[in-house]
């Protein structure tokens, strides 16, 4: 008996909190769930359809070197530069790469005392920068936690917003 | 009769708190307990025993051979670990469902509950406070919205875009529509179970720990584990992080804005180990 065709299908393949991703199969989409004061990023090279994604936790990895080197997704200024690593491995050119944000939600603070949110999307905006990127679009801050998805096959971000029923097109490629 | 009994009086199907488990905190409270006394306690009840004891059993060394009575469970896990477990297996039932009057989907209330918990007996534990209390007290914070909920469901919509537009706390603007918190509503439903009154004040002043008469600290540590729970994404809702920063809560517990971080990693590593064991 012919094996049943699996053209067309896509795999979700999920990426936890404080990892990444990267991969070349058209039939994937990445995603990343639950993106509270955490940041989603992804990463994709249109030419050689080469796509990441990023759930980073916190801001500095000064905090803590040795579970920096274990989980380097964990930190802004250490999960960039490891997506960008892992991309290009697969081919992604640095030059060609679209970045998209997503998360960073903030609690109603005046004290400024509960910022992991905003610390973690200046940070990453900081390495961004370093490593001359810039971000294609973004959704980012506020008081919702959102989930985010990567097609591998088209390149388009999509994104959940906690709480809406209907997903968003965050950048189309 | 007031307006908080008044709410829980009309839920008609409440699932019980075992009347057990406040019973067993106020035995963890003595440092002289008698084990017989707690295996007593909890095997009155044969089908939460079976659900402890299977939960016991994941929590051990895999390979190592299970544990086959309570006694044993308490002998090999200790009795703190015992207690958490007897906690978690009785307020699954109640906190699992669906709380369409508050937009929770199945299983998200649950979720929050338990890395609430387990986020604030971290905190505990880094603290030195009570890590039982400072567990129990977080994985029953939001226990009043099982209460609101039906109150709710025809003003959800209301809820949030009342929230959303005066960029007020969720509990503020539950207070304006019901009159109520589900903060408040939580703690009267823990008095009416006996629960002891720190659990129950934390619970009450979860949000603003500060205005507690009393037991500040363990309202400070729900609090602030609360925090965390969501930041590390184990939320749910619309305007999740609709809530007020209290920098008291952080000088009530001697905690520096820059701890958070740390304490965060410590938070999700912990909670990583119970995810696997509750299959969250």
């Not at chain 1, 050119?93 to 998209?100: A, G, T």
């Not at chain 2, 106020?26 to 009155?44: A, C, G, H, R």
């Not at chain 2, 609090?223 to 729970?229: H, P």
């Amino acid at each position: 008996m012919p094996l049943p065709s699996l053209a067309g299908l896509t795999q979700k393949s999920v990426v936890g909190i404080a990892d990444l991703a990267v991969s070349t199969n058209p039939n994937v989409e990445l995603a990343t769930y639950s993106l509270g004061s955490c940041l989603g990023v992804s990463l994709y090279d249109p030419v050689s359809k080469v796509g990441g994604l990023l759930h980073i936790m916190l801001p500095d990895s000064s905090i803590d070197p040795v579970k920096a080197a274990l989980q380097p997704a964990m930190f802004a200024d250490t999960g960039l530069p490891a997506m960008l690593h892992a991309a290009h491995k697969l081919k992604a050119d640095k030059k060609r790469v679209q970045i998209c944000v997503a998360g960073g939600a903030q609690i109603l603070d005046t004290s400024g005392i509960f910022n992991i949110g905003r610390k973690n999307y200046e940070s990453l905006a900081c390495v961004l920068q370093q490593h001359g990127l810039s971000v294609q679009a973004e959704h980012v801050g506020g008081l919702v936690s959102r989930s985010m998805y990567l097609n591998i096959a088209t390149g388009e971000v999509r994104l959940k917003i906690s709480g809406q029923p209907n997903e968003r097109i965050l950048w189309t490629s | 009769m007031d307006e908080l009994d008044s709410y829980i009086n009309k839920v008609k199907k409440l699932p019980p708190m075992p009347p057990m488990v406040p019973q067993l905190m106020t035995l963890l409270n003595d440092p002289d307990v008698d084990s017989e006394k707690v295996v007593k306690l909890i095997t009155y009840d044969p089908s939460l025993t079976a659900n402890v004891l299977q939960a016991c059993n994941s929590a051990l060394f895999s390979g190592s051979a299970p544990a086959d009575d309570v006694g044993e469970a308490i002998m090999r896990i200790g009795f703190q670990q015992v207690y958490r477990m007897v906690v978690l297996v009785s307020s699954s039932r109640m906190l699992k469902p669906s709380q369409t009057g508050y937009g929770i989907d199945e299983g998200e209330l649950w979720k929050h509950s338990v890395a609430t918990a387990v986020a604030a007996q971290t905190l505990a534990k880094e603290l030195g406070d009570n890590e039982s209390t400072a567990f129990t007290a977080a994985l029953l914070h939001d226990i009043g919205k099982i209460i609101l909920s039906q109150a709710l469901e025809h003003i959800y919509k209301k809820l949030v875009e009342e929230t959303e537009a005066q960029q007020a706390a969720l509990v503020e603007t539950e207070k304006r529509l019901l009159g109520v918190t589900h903060a408040e509503v939580g703690g009267r439903l823990l008095t009416r179970w006996k629960f002891p009154p720190n659990l129950v004040t934390a619970v009450t002043f979860h949000h603003e720990p500060g205005s507690a008469p009393e037991h500040q600290r363990v309202a400070a540590c729900v609090y602030l584990g609360n925090l965390i729970a969501y930041s590390l994404g184990h939320g749910y809702g619309h305007l999740a992080f609709a809530q007020r920063g209290r920098a008291d809560a952080l000088d009530l517990l001697g905690v520096n804005g820059d701890d958070i971080p740390r304490l965060m990693i410590r938070a999700q590593e912990n909670f990583a180990a119970v995810q696997s064991l509750l299959q969250l």
